[in-house]
């Protein structure tokens, strides 16, 4: 038996500028919007803390 990794990427909108961008699940550092600087995930040791609207998920095995 393979084991699937539990990692994904997921498109977000920026809540202040409405910037779309791909973010990774697993951030170890913080990610912020490319054109207002406006934190988008938070790491939280292993699964980051999405702070904006998500709008699509890349990868993710059900």
Known sequence: MVKRT???FVRVRCPSCGNEQVIYSHASRVVKCLICDEPLAEPRGGKAKILAPIMAI???EE
């Open 6 to 8: 539990q990692t994904y």
């Open 58 to 60: 890349y990868g993710k």
